[in-house]
């Protein structure tokens, strides 16, 4: 075992090196953590996963200055969903027209620069946070994979492949679905049986014309052709298949395109990305147990239906990275670090209901059909369009942060100053923010003890509703002042920042 005379040899090994893995050992890196990153792939996933970060990814990005490298890949905002657009996106494949959707909701308007979702591929978000780990210094292995590893009350030993062992002082699992860090340590992993088989896959189709454009849904399943040429999609309702990891053929895209479109297409040739999947929903009870943490994928599992597991990892990993760079550095208060589960565990049961949902209105009988119709209608109108809007952005996600005004616990308004910055530009070194919009000493005077914690933001904001914010790294208000009253606030300084 590798020892220094001061201690373990990083303070964090993060297992995974895909969106979720980099955008925690980000976070970590920015609050001056050592952290390692152990990655068995030698080079990126390519593979088509992924296709959108929603709004609360999008806001993390833009906290982060991160979010003008997303619109780079964006020119000419082709792939911002919001006003215009004809279709928001789609609950089991039924359209919701962006029509109906009402902007001037409160939690959709005024909600700054990323509309309601961006449609940026995962192998680019990837890239982006890649990066921005290299300039933080945070060291990337990739080719080297964690084996095993022996956790105790001070820290972790991890076993790397062909690389020795490494002393850490915790272990943060963001190695997917099938996770060996959750299982090694243990986690419960409850939910429910996979009953479909989805294949994927970017293929030459001879006959292509006879298929229909969008989503059909048959006895058979579900197929979708397009809008990309040559992209096929397939759902079977027939169990699992027998071995997800083997290679897809042609000659198995071409039999489930045949048996669910019923259509004699010939497909030639695989030409891009061809994957599986199955609606095996699984969570960990728990996203922690000691010194070893969960992220992700690992904590969760659910089909890709409605694209909400990047945007769902995403969400965990900039909750945890403040939280465990606090309790790194030795400040945090007591039981800082349990409010990761009990503020995401919420989130994540929410996201595999509603994947759940997608496929119960999948099925090819008669009852699914209906039930179909029923939802169809409702998407259709402005509560119903603007409540899937609300949702798949992410800004429906509250966590219970106490009583008072409506913002606590809600993410942070994009909230403008009259000099025309934006909140997000002051929180680019992942600090707490106290805003003080109403040159009030007071509100000073209780952050100067918290200097190395805090950053104190003073301005004014026409119309912003409020005098006061203390808003978290993670972008949520731990408290507001509507009068400039500042009741609560050293009760809330107390309780995200600890003791002074």
């Not at 970590?28 to 929603?54: F, M, Q």
């Not at 490298?69 to 928001?88: K, Q």
């Not at 990066?131 to 972790?156: I, Q, S, Y």
Request: glycine share 16%; aromatic share 6%; hydrophobic share 40%.
């Amino acid at each position: 075992m590798s020892m220094n005379d001061t201690g373990p040899d990083y303070d964090v090994l993060v297992a995974g090196a895909g969106p979720v893995g980099l955008m925690l050992a980000t976070e970590l890196g920015l609050a001056g953590v050592r952290v390692l990153v152990a990655e068995r792939r030698e080079e990126p996933d390519t593979a088509v996963k992924a296709g959108a970060i929603n709004t609360a990814s999008a806001e993390a990005f833009e906290r982060r200055g991160l979010l003008p490298a997303v619109e780079a890949l964006l020119p000419d905002r082709s792939g911002a969903a919001g006003p215009g657009r004809p279709s928001v996106g789609h609950f089991g494949g039924i359209q919701v027209p962006a029509g109906p959707v009402d902007e001037e909701d409160p939690e959709l308007r005024g909600r700054g620069r990323a509309g309601w979702y961006l449609q940026v591929p995962q192998v680019e978000v990837e890239r982006i946070l890649g990066r921005r780990a290299a300039e933080l210094g945070v060291e990337v292995r990739r080719g080297v994979e964690v084996r095993g590893f022996d956790a105790d009350e001070t820290g972790v030993t991890v076993h790397l492949d062909g690389r020795g062992d490494v002393r850490v002082g915790w272990l943060v699992g963001c190695d997917g679905g099938r996770s060996l860090v959750r299982r090694l340590a243990g986690f419960e992993f409850p939910g429910t049986d996979p009953r479909i088989t989805g294949r994927h896959a970017v293929v030459t189709v001879e006959g292509a014309e006879r298929l229909g454009r969008g989503w059909q849904y048959t006895p058979a399943g579900v197929y979708v052709h397009g809008p990309m040429p040559g992209r096929v999609r397939t759902v079977e309702f027939d169990g699992p298949p027998a071995d997800r990891d083997a290679p897809v053929t042609v000659a198995e895209i071409e039999a489930s395109l045949r048996r669910v479109s019923g259509v004699d297409v010939r497909v030639t040739e695989v030409i891009g990305s061809a994957g599986r999947y199955t609606d095996n929903a699984r969570q960990a009870t728990t996203y922690r147990r000691g010194r070893v943490l969960l992220c992700g994928d690992a904590a969760h599992v659910h089909s890709p239906f409605g694209g909400q597991g990047l945007n769902l990892g995403l969400g965990d990993a900039v909750n945890l990275g403040w939280k465990l760079a606090a309790t790194v550095r030795g400040w945090a208060p007591e039981g800082l670090l349990d409010t990761y589960t009990g503020e995401r565990h919420p989130i994540g049961a929410w996201v595999l209901d509603w994947t759940r949902a997608q496929v119960a209105v999948m099925r090819g009988d008669a009852d699914s059909r209906a039930l179909r119709g029923v939802v169809s209608d409702f998407l259709g109108t402005r509560d119903g369009a603007t409540y899937y809007v609300k949702r798949i952005s992410g800004l429906w996600q509250r966590y219970d942060l106490g009583d008072g005004h409506p913002l606590v616990g809600s993410a942070v308004p994009g909230l403008r100053f009259d000099d025309g910055t934006r909140l997000a530009d002051h929180a680019h070194e992942g600090r707490t923010l106290l805003v003080d919009l109403a040159g009030d000493d007071r509100l000073a005077a209780l952050a100067e003890p918290y200097a190395g914690r805090l950053t104190l933001v003073r301005g004014s904001s026409a119309g912003a509703g409020v005098s006061g914010l203390l808003v978290r790294p993670d972008g949520f208000v731990a408290w507001a002042s509507a009068d400039g009253d500042p009741a609560g606030l050293e009760t809330a300084l107390t309780r995200w920042l600890g003791v002074a």
